[in-house]
Every structure is written in C-alpha cells, then in structure tokens.
C-alpha cells in the first residue's frame, strides 16, 4: 500500500526558510517521477516542483531559483527547501506521485510577519 507523509510546514518570516519532507511507502520510490504541488485559499493546485527518475528537475516560474527539490533514497523521502518565502508562497503543499493518485494529506506553510 503506498503512502505519503509531509512533514515540515508551519509559520515563518517573509524571507525566512522551511524544508518541506515528504516519505514514500509502498512500491513506487525510484519508479515514478516525484512532485510538489500547492493550493492556496480560493486557486487551483499547482505543481510547484517535479524530480524525475534520472534525477532531473523542473519547477515553475514563481519557485525558481528560491525552491530545490531533492530525493533521499536512505529514508525513500522527497524534500522540497524553501528558501527566501514570500507571503504568496503560503499555501499547502502535497507531495505527489506521478501519473498516479497518490497524495499525501497536505502540510499548511504560512508566510507572515
């Protein structure tokens, strides 16, 4: 059975830093490109940042630069560090697993001062 299970989220400052930990169960790490998503109050969810099989990355244009995604095959996790936050960063975040169903419950980031 696969699960996934954020962790990280909470309050912080306009420019302060969270990372984000999503863990994997089940028979799907290594199998299956990994993504972040988030959906703020009143807008759609949106893929925020994507780690392909082979290592490759990908993340939206309001992320870039500020956002790293990463995998640790040791603990079958998928992290996303936050860093610079902006207040329109807050939202909550689920991890996916890639052309599948499977998502975690959610972890709420809140950037405010």
């Not at 028979?27 to 099989?53: C, H, I, K, T």
């Not at 500020?66 to 807050?90: C, G, P």
Request: aromatic share 8%; with cysteine; proline share 2%.
């Amino acid at each position: 059975q696969v699960q996934l299970v954020e962790s990280g989220g909470g309050l912080v400052q306009p420019g302060g830093s969270l990372r984000l930990s999503c863990v994997v169960s089940g028979d799907v790490f290594n199998r299956f490109a990994m993504s972040w998503y988030r959906q703020a109050p009143g807008n759609e969810r949106e893929m925020v940042a994507r780690l392909d099989v082979v290592g490759g990355t990908h993340y939206s244009d309001s992320v870039k630069g500020r956002f790293t995604i990463s995998r640790d095959s040791a603990k079958k996790a998928v992290n996303l560090q936050m860093n610079s936050l902006k207040v329109e960063d807050t939202a909550v975040y689920y991890c996916h697993v890639d052309q599948t169903s499977y998502w975690g419950q959610g972890t709420r980031v809140t950037v405010s001062s």
